[in-house]
């Protein structure tokens, strides 16, 4: 009797120190649609925009331990708009980006800290085959129009400035800012 209460007491301790459930990160696809990853840089004085294209993702995200979340993107430099057609080709060109050679641009989350609404996404940024390690602000809603509860259906918005001399795509310095802003904005859903 003693032996089957001990060993009752130790499978009730066992069960308290591990979760009863264990939350695991889940697959968030990305809708390319809905989605649009912007950037905006200073043109002559001048504000301007432009847009690149997402080519892939992964992103496993778990929403009750944010750090446990992954994210990889990889974006089409070979198909960015600059926003009027002489800052386009002038970007792909081989004095900025030389998307001949260079044709994707890849981002892979390191660590994240924060809250869904309120985080911090530190990783390594690759352009023109330079890596740096970059931190975006970042923040997870629900979709508008879904139900309060819903966490399949989300928003992602990621903001962050980057040196574009950091990563050799230094032409053009008398017309073209030295930062790049990103703004960010991603339609995501849970898989299955």
């Known amino acids: 009797m003693i032996k089957l209460?001990?060993?009752?007491?130790?499978?009730?301790?066992?069960?308290?120190?591990?979760?009863?459930?264990?939350?695991?990160?889940?697959?968030?696809?990305?809708?390319?649609?809905q989605s649009k990853v912007g950037f905006s840089y200073e043109f002559s004085g001048a504000p301007k925009k432009g847009q690149m294209?997402?080519?892939?993702?992964?992103?496993?995200?778990?929403?009750?331990?944010?750090?446990?979340?992954?994210?990889s993107v990889t974006l089409s430099a070979h198909d960015a708009k600059a926003g009027f057609i002489f800052a386009t080709e002038a970007m792909k060109g081989p004095q900025v980006l030389h998307t001949q050679e260079f044709p994707e641009i890849t981002f892979t989350s390191t660590k994240i800290t924060g809250s869904l609404s309120k985080a911090k996404i530190s990783g390594k940024l690759t352009i023109r085959g330079v890596t740096r390690d970059v931190t975006l602000d970042a923040g997870l809603f629900r979709q508008s129009g879904t139900d309060a509860q819903n966490r399949n259906n989300l928003?992602?918005?990621?903001?962050?400035?980057?040196?574009?001399?950091?990563?050799?795509?230094?032409?053009?310095p008398s017309y073209v800012g030295d930062l790049i802003t990103l703004n960010i904005q991603a339609q995501i859903d849970k898989e299955g």
């Open 5 to 33: 209460i001990s060993r009752s007491f130790c499978l009730i301790l066992l069960a308290l120190a591990t979760p009863a459930v264990q939350a695991a990160p889940h697959i968030y696809l990305l809708d390319p649609a």
């Open 53 to 71: 294209p997402v080519k892939s993702s992964d992103m496993r995200l778990d929403l009750r331990n944010i750090s446990a979340s992954q994210v």
């Open 155 to 172: 928003v992602v918005h990621l903001t962050g400035t980057i040196n574009r001399h950091d990563f050799g795509a230094s032409g053009f």
